[in-house]
């Protein structure tokens, strides 16, 4: 028999609900919390907890638990709120939330996963700041673009400049962190030797998608938010979609996908092929992104580089 204990994390507060014997009891998250929580806890033998990432607040009381030997689950908030929905939940508390988790826990069977290391961490903090940066500079252009006083033209610029400055210190840092690391520099070498994957899409991949080579490849583009999923109920049959995964990731890998499908030749021939049988030009690309997941995978699982095949 697995116990599994639902841990609701706030600012200030943990929250936890265990489900074997129903106990639910309330920690500081500090040093001090945690210790508490851990012999609260007991023997992590046999023992899930279930979790949703909540930024700054939730990563000391991961690293502890991880240090104590447990085995972690952390779910997506938003699968949590629908899960919560179904059973029929309207009540959201502290409390509520604990219990929930840890039925959701146990009903999906949902398994442990290895959790970020400090380092993953910190090129996360890091690629977070760069996709803020790249936002405001988008917006600081357009404004630039519109403004009719010379004062907010000139200001705007100068924003341009310190933001450019600032992106490339960010570039700077993680390309780094990732060279002094010989795991992820091989890592990062092997995604750089795939057409159409640069140096900042490649950072991203490893930033965005740690488990790259450790994933079958339905798991690799269901996570990407690439895998179409079936429409269909009786006589009816709708268009195939795309639905959820990780937004970010999606976005980033458009652009090399369109690079790809000029100098990979494998790819272009993929996309020549899709048009060819009448599918949307929309539809191929997508069905490009998904190979160049799904490729990427597969060479960090194997550990080798890109090769082009002999014509």
């Not at 014997?21 to 007991?42: E, P, Q, S, Y």
């Not at 023992?47 to 700054?56: A, D, K, Q």
Request: aromatic share 4%.
């Amino acid at each position: 028999m697995q116990d599994i204990i639902g841990i609701d994390i706030s600012k200030d507060r943990l929250d936890a609900f265990r489900l074997s014997d129903r106990k639910h009891k309330g920690f500081g998250n500090d040093k001090a919390g945690f210790k508490n929580l851990l012999r609260w806890i007991g023997n992590p033998e046999g023992l899930r907890i279930v979790y949703e990432p909540t930024g700054p607040y939730h990563r000391a009381m991961e690293e502890a638990l991880a240090r104590a030997g447990h085995a972690l689950v952390k779910v997506n908030p938003r699968q949590a709120r629908r899960f919560a929905e179904a059973t029929g939940t309207q009540a959201k508390t502290d409390r509520v939330d604990a219990m929930l988790l840890a039925r959701m826990g146990l009903a999906l069977d949902l398994p442990p996963r290895p959790v970020r290391g400090e380092l993953m961490n910190e090129l996360r903090e890091l690629h977070v700041a760069r996709l803020a940066l790249i936002k405001d500079r988008t917006a600081t252009g357009n404004r630039t673009d519109k403004a009719v006083i010379g004062l907010i033209r000139r200001q705007a610029k100068a924003r341009l400049a310190i933001i450019e400055k600032q992106l490339v210190e960010i570039d700077e840092t993680i390309a780094a962190r990732i060279a002094d690391d010989p795991e992820l520099a091989g890592r990062l070498d092997i995604l750089t030797s795939i057409p159409g994957i640069g140096a900042v899409t490649a950072c991203m991949l490893l930033i965005e998608m740690p488990e790259l080579g450790t994933l079958e490849p339905k798991q690799a583009a269901s996570l990407a938010g690439l895998a179409p999923f079936t429409r269909r109920s009786g006589k009816w049959k709708g268009k195939e979609m795309i639905r959820g995964g990780r937004a970010t990731l999606r976005s980033a890998i458009f652009m090399p996908a369109l690079v790809a499908i000029r100098f990979n030749a494998a790819l272009k021939c993929k996309y020549r092929q899709l048009i060819e049988s009448g599918k949307a030009p929309k539809v191929a690309i997508t069905a490009v992104m998904r190979k160049l997941v799904l490729l990427a995978n597969a060479l960090l699982r194997d550990g080798r580089k890109w090769v082009d095949r002999p014509a």
